[in-house]
């Protein structure tokens, strides 16, 4: 019997994702472990393996097509094998937990490739999705002047989306003239900036060589839409302080010459920032917190949150329970969840807001010597940590001379913590820094 290799579902957030790679074609023998196609999500990206031997009976989706999760993908089967009876069904079951290992779900779901093409009418070219094709058609867009995003340059529904809002809206008259002539313009002189067909005549139609419209990631689509939320759901302000880092800059150079001699832990002083974090927050609890508006939602365990760069975007995974951990298990953990962001191999639920209590955004290593990141809501508040600078100190005795400072910028959200609150939790990290012990 044939067997439906469906879409899985990466972390309970995730409702589509998109297909970047098709491993095998239609007609093609597969052996159980084979890969089939890979796929990502906003965060991530995977691959799915055949879970049983057979031949690709069928293909539902191409390259560059969002698939809802839990989907029918690909069937698998045996040579002549009718799979007329699988496409008919319309309602079936789904499996109640889904995989997020790189295993394959079996079963089939509501939308089938022969639902699709009754929506969508005739078989489209391998240039263009169907979403993408359909969307030309309506607007009036000459899909073959754009450039796609999708694999293998593909034109996807996002790159018609993002002509069309560049272009600006049309008359009746401009749009039946555009289809007709295949003109394009980017500047309206009608109302509202409306593009008129007296603007199709008088405007070069031709795309000028000095830019290019590049349509954004699904990636950087959800960190736009969570930074702009931010901002407008919530009282941010940021107040920057600097520690005296002299003490974490000698234990630094202790661990890399115990490194020399055998030691397994390479401790960074980002571990230690971590720490210190981790044990301001145990003293100040309401600042390990969420803020639900009307309400707020305080965490007895620190799970905390670490900013990555990724070249895929800027990604925050959590370390749960970290205060739990030693200095040696946190910054084991920091490593691992780094590394799996910029491998793409993240678990999805570990990068969800909601899943950590507090955040570190550490821009030290780019010399940035202040700066103002912003909350990942619901949380309360997030820190930067920036370079290290040599300031003047008074040493004592009447003297003073210049020592290193790191910096620290706390953004908090004002609705939850008044001023005063947030500066002596700031200033508790950099306590905790400048009086940081661990042993070797």
Known sequence: MATIVIMPKQGQSVESCIITQLFKKKGDHVKQGDLLFAYETDKASFEEISPVDGIILDLLFEEGDEVPVLTNVLIIGQEG??????????????????????????TTSKLTKSSITSEQGSTISMGISPRAKKLSAKEAVDAGQLQGSGPKGRIIERDIQTFVSTRGKMTPLAKKEIKENEHVVLDGSGLGGRITSKDLTTQNPVYSADFEIRPLTNMRKLIAKAMYASLQNSAQLTHHLGADARRILELREK?????????????????MVGMAVIKALKKFPQVNSHCLGDSMKYFNKVHLALAVDTERGLMVPVVKNADDLSIQGLSNQFKEIANACKKGSIDPDLLSSEAATFTISNLGNYGVEMFTPVINLPQTAILGVNTIV??????????Y??????????????????GGEATRFVKQIAIEIENFEFEL
């Not at 094998?81 to 779900?105: F, G, H, M, R, Y």
């Not at 001379?401 to 008044?418: E, K, N, Q």
């Open 81 to 106: 094998e009718s799979i007329d009876a699988l496409k008919s069904k319309e309602t079936v079951s789904t499996p109640a937990e889904p995989s997020t290992e790189n295993t394959t779900a079996i």
């Open 255 to 271: 661990i890399k010459k115990a490194m020399e001699k055998g030691y397994p832990y390479n401790i960074t002083l980002n571990d």
């Open 390 to 399: 040599p300031r003047p100190k008074d040493l004592g005795n009447g003297s």
């Open 401 to 418: 001379g210049f020592v290193p400072f790191i910096g620290l910028s706390l953004t908090y959200d004002h609705r939850a913590l008044d």
